[in-house]
């Protein structure tokens, strides 16, 4: 690792909905914990301010610092967007403004003071860090009392330095979440035994939302289709 990284996440429950950010820090032989809950916020805006906070924490003079996020908001803004945006006077190629303008603004400013390596990891898959960071920021965001670690690296009570992954669980999750983009075929329901088709997920949602020992499913195709009433059965 090198002299400091930071692990940063964000929360928000309901997205907008109450949450917070989190960020450990590690300088040297030292670590520090971060971390604020907000009333009404969104995941970005959190995942956001955890890196603007973190970045702030960071001594002057340093030259370089390695982020690892889940966030690919984060990620493709620092290393991309923002460009753009600076550029059109801080709006988008639409002509709207930036959300979360402010945020944008100071952690350019804070780019400019320190050469950042971003690592965009996937999250929820073991990486002690930004584990620790997303149990900081879910807390907070439910209103927890947190006690935020200040001290030497070697007392933490976590493996720090560690910053591997279940690549089995990752491909697993990232499978999933291109499921969830693809386009449906269908969605199939099941309640009180009867099984039904539906062509949007609104018309499966009205039939099975509030009722207990129900079933549903997406459909990818009329074979996938087939199979899942197959397995209602």
């Known amino acids: 690792m090198s002299a400091i990284t930071i692990f940063t996440d964000g929360a928000a429950k309901g997205n907008p909905g109450p949450g917070g950010y989190g960020a450990v820090l590690v300088v040297e032989d030292m670590v520090t914990e971060i971390g604020e809950g907000k009333p009404l916020t969104t995941n970005n805006e959190m995942e956001l301010q955890a890196v603007v906070e ?3 924490q960071v001594p002057s003079g340093t030259k370089g610092v390695e982020i690892y996020t889940d966030s690919k908001y984060v990620v ?9 945006w600076m550029k059109n006077g801080w709006q988008t190629k639409s002509g709207s403004a930036v959300l979360h303008k402010e945020l944008w603004v100071e952690l350019a400013a804070l780019l400019k ?3 950042v390596v971003w690592h965009k990891v996937p999250g929820h898959v073991g990486i002690v ?4 960071a997303d149990r ?7 209103g927890k009392v947190v ?4 001290g030497q690296k070697a007392l933490y009570g976590y ?3 560690n910053v591997s992954y279940d690549i089995a669980k990752a491909k697993e999750r990232s499978d999933a979440r291109k499921r969830q983009a693809t386009k449906a075929y269908s969605y199939v329901s099941k309640v009180d035994g009867i099984i039904e088709t539906h062509d949007t997920w609104k018309e499966c949602e009205e039939r099975v939302k509030g009722k207990s020992g129900v079933r549903f499913k997406k459909a990818l195709s009329a074979e996938e289709e087939s199979a899942i009433i197959a397995d209602f059965k």
């Open 159 to 161: 493996d720090i330095e």
């Open 76 to 84: 493709s803004g620092a290393t991309g967007w923002i460009f753009g």
């Open 147 to 150: 006690d935020l670690y200040h």
């Open 113 to 115: 003071e320190v050469t």
């Open 136 to 142: 900081i920021a879910s807390d907070l965001g439910e």
């Open 129 to 132: 860090g930004n584990e620790r």
């Open 54 to 56: 973190a970045l702030r």
